[in-house]
Every structure is written in structure tokens, then in C-alpha cells.
């Protein structure tokens, strides 16, 4: 999806049709952009593409915010093999008031999250209106390679941010495709707006 339309929600993507959020609120396109406002602290918006169904998927998307984060942290997390809301696997980018970069990946299975590995970027020091880039791979079956990669600039890094493997059974087959946007408890930084130019 490059976001070329304009309006409130995120209405259908170029490919893999209708964007289900998990409200209307905050929701719009620019005509360059899918834009995701939150008025408050502790708010989770989501977006999947119920109607997409892939065992195997490499996720490219971005994220630009409008404020750098101030008291609390903002977490962008893309998701694959989504089964319904409560199963999926989730790579979660981490911008914190600190500038550090927090990545991490982990599997939900029946709504209960388990971090899987997680990593920190110190010094990233994160800039208003920044494009940060992010990669998510999800391949195999059976036992399941799951890479994340960030990275500022036009040059993606040969090398994985984050690598793990995971062989949960409820996890191996194919399913939907999503973002989550959640502003952390103690954010200040309010409103704050997401920029998501591709996915």
C-alpha cells in the first residue's frame, strides 16, 4: 500500500484490500500517507489486512512521527500470521524519551505475548518528522526464521537489526497482516502523529 488517496480511515489498499482498524478515530490518508493520530497516553490504534492470508512474508514499511517522544515511549509493531486478533507474530520498534531505539520480537498466542529477543539501539536520538525504515521476514514452517531490521537513511543494512527462530505450533501457517501504534503511559509529547508512507 503507498497510502496515494485522501480521507478519513484507511479505506482499501493497493493490494490486499480493506484495512480493518480497531476504530475510526485518529485514522486518515493524505494523499502520500496512512496517518495515525493519538490524542492520549496509553492509546493503541490497529490496522490489518484481514483479507490477506501468507505463511511466508517479507513486511517493508516506515514510520515518521510528528514529535519526538517525551515521557514515555512510542511503540510502532508490525505483525504477521495474524490468526484472528490474539495469535501472530510481532516485530516492535521502540522509540524512547532516552533516544534509545528498542527492538524487539515475540509471538502472542491467545493474547499472551512472549518476548522472544530484543535488542537496543543507544544514541539513536530520534528526530521529528525522521523516516525511520523497518523490515520484518518471516519464513519456514515448522520452525520459523524470524528477522527485523531498522535502519535511518536509503541504505538498508545486509545484516539483520534482530534474528530469532520460534516452532510454535499454533504459529505455523498462514494468516494476516497488521500495525499496531501505541503511545506509552507518562507520554507527553500529545498529540502525537505517525506517518506511514508505505507498506
Do not use: C, H
Request: hydrophobic share 35%.
Amino acid at each position: 500500500d503507498g497510502f496515494g488517496r485522501s480521507g478519513s480511515g484507511w479505506g482499501s489498499a493497493d493490494v490486499g484490500g480493506v484495512w480493518t482498524l480497531n476504530t475510526q478515530s485518529g485514522f486518515s490518508t493524505d494523499g502520500s500517507s496512512g496517518v495515525v493520530s493519538i490524542p492520549n497516553a496509553g492509546s493503541t490504534r490497529t490496522a490489518k489486512l484481514a483479507g490477506v492470508s501468507a505463511r511466508d512474508v517479507s513486511i517493508l514499511t516506515d514510520l515518521a512521527l510528528d514529535k519526538a517522544p517525551v515521557g514515555g515511549t512510542y511503540l510502532y509493531q508490525v505483525r504477521a500470521r495474524m490468526v484472528g486478533d490474539t495469535s501472530m507474530y510481532n516485530l516492535t520498534v521502540r522509540l524512547l524519551p532516552t533516544g534509545q531505539l528498542g527492538l524487539q520480537v515475540s509471538r502472542t498466542v491467545g493474547g499472551a505475548e512472549t518476548v522472544l529477543r530484543s535488542t537496543t539501539i543507544n544514541g539513536f536520538n530520534y528526530v521529528a518528522g525522521e523516516k525511520v525504515n523497518v523490515r520484518f521476514d518471516v519464513t519456514g514452517s515448522g520452525t520459523t526464521t524470524l528477522n527485523g531490521t531498522v535502519w535511518r537513511g536509503v541504505t538498508e543494512p545486509a545484516t539483520p537489526s534482530i534474528t530469532v527462530t520460534d516452532s510454535t505450533a499454533a504459529l505455523q501457517g498462514p494468516g494476516a497482516v497488521g500495525l499496531r501504534f501505541y503511545t506509552g503511559g507518562g507520554t507527553t509529547s500529545l498529540p502525537l502523529a505517525a506517518s506511514v508512507d508505505r507498506f
